[in-house]
């Protein structure tokens, strides 16, 4: 049973590297008034960091590696298995890098969001931090959206800016975006389990409202 209306949302984190984006979200649904778990972290890598942190923090893990499957469907059917498993409420991809099938989304509609290093719709795809620079932007940041079939065009649900300084190289920002996903994804995951936070169409819906803009974090 997939389900937002339950009372203790499970969540399911999916990371392929070092899992600081998994590490801030252990430690917040670690909380006591936290509303929300994570009770499994899943992988694409057998060797991602992610792993020995989840098990360091006593949480299941699994690993499905693509590299043993001939195609995209075949990794995904694998994939799905073992997340349902564990019967998510929310499912959070923290730094997962493989592009999912439109079967894989339309099984997590509404409760599948992601975090991407870029103000989208600007950058969407991989190195964000350097195409910024490339052109010439001041303004750079990270966004958290429900994960559609667009790739990394799904509705934006929260935003947070970091500005790029002379000498800013695309690992210095990388640091900068880091910080500021570290005190962002926390925040949405609670609204979502919540249950605050909803996808209607292709509108996010906050407190039964839809969302004029995507919240914004101020420093
Ligand atoms: C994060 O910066 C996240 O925004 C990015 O991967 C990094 C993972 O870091 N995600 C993407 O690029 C998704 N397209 P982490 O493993 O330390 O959490």
């Known amino acids: 049973m997939l389900s937002q209306d339950i009372t203790a949302p499970r969540i399911v ?12 979200l252990i430690e917040a649904t670690r909380r006591p008034e936290f509303p929300g778990s994570v009770v499994a972290v899943g992988c694409n890598r057998p060797h991602a960091f992610a792993l020995e942190r989840a098990a360091q923090a006593g949480i299941e893990t699994f690993v499905v590696d693509h590299t043993q499957f001939d195609s995209r469907a075949e990794f995904d059917t694998a994939l799905r298995a073992e997340i ?10 923290a730094g997962f890098m493989r592009i999912l099938t439109t079967e894989f989304v339309r099984t997590y509609h509404g409760i599948m969001l992601n975090i991407h290093p870029s103000l989208l719709p600007k950058y969407p ?3 964000t931090h350097q195409r910024a620079l490339d052109a010439g932007d001041d303004i750079h940041g990270v966004s958290i959206h429900f994960v ?3 790739l990394d065009g799904g509705p934006v649900i929260a935003q947070a800016e970091v500005l790029v300084a002379p000498g800013d190289t695309a ?13 962002l994804y926390p925040i949405v995951v609670r609204w979502f389990c ?3 936070l909803q996808l209607s169409g292709d509108t996010v819906q906050f407190d039964g409202e839809p969302m004029p803009r995507p919240f914004y974090l101020k420093d």
Not at 84 to 93: E, F, G, I, S, Y
Not at 171 to 183: I, N, Q, T
């Open 148 to 150: 559609t079939e667009d």
């Open 84 to 93: 349902d498993r564990h019967t998510p409420n929310l499912l959070v991809l």
């Open 171 to 183: 690992d210095s920002l990388a640091d900068k975006v880091r910080e500021k996903e570290h005190l």
């Open 125 to 127: 795809g991989l190195n």
């Open 194 to 196: 919540e249950g605050r």
């Open 13 to 24: 984190v999916l990371a392929s590297g070092n899992g600081s984006n998994l590490q801030t």
